[in-house]
């Protein structure tokens, strides 16, 4: 059975940083892209970023220069590396990917930017 499992969340200081994983099982997730999302409070799920199977990645502009997705083929996982954290950055970060069977999503994790 095809699971990603998100983990890496938590409540961070403005300016501060955090890393999100994503492990992939029933999947070799190098051959898939593979999206980070989130939903803020009374907000529509939105990309955070994306890397496709052949490694090229997308960004949301609010988000440039200062998240950055990767992926270890060697540990089936994505990660989501974030600097520079904003208040708005707060939202549940869902891991997401795109198999030929359709979109498969993690259970989500919390990332709160508070001083």
């Known amino acids: 059975q095809v699971q990603v499992v998100e983990s890496g969340g938590g409540l961070v200081q403005p300016g501060g940083s955090l890393r999100l994983s994503c492990a992939a099982s029933?999947?070799?997730?190098?051959?898939?892209?593979m999206g980070w999302y989130r939903q803020a409070p009374g907000k529509q799920r939105e990309l955070v970023a994306r890397?496709?199977?052949?490694?090229?990645?997308n960004y949301a502009d609010s988000v440039k220069g200062r998240f950055t997705i990767s992926r270890d083929n060697a540990e089936n996982t994505v990660y989501l590396q974030m600097n520079s954290l904003k208040p708005e950055d707060t939202a549940v970060y869902y891991c997401?990917?795109?198999?030929?069977?359709?979109?498969?999503w993690g259970q989500g994790t919390q990332v709160t930017v508070s001083s």
């Open positions: 997401n990917a795109n198999l030929p069977s359709g979109s498969k």
């Open positions: 029933g999947m070799l997730s190098r051959f898939y892209a």
């Open positions: 890397i496709s199977s052949g490694g090229v990645t």
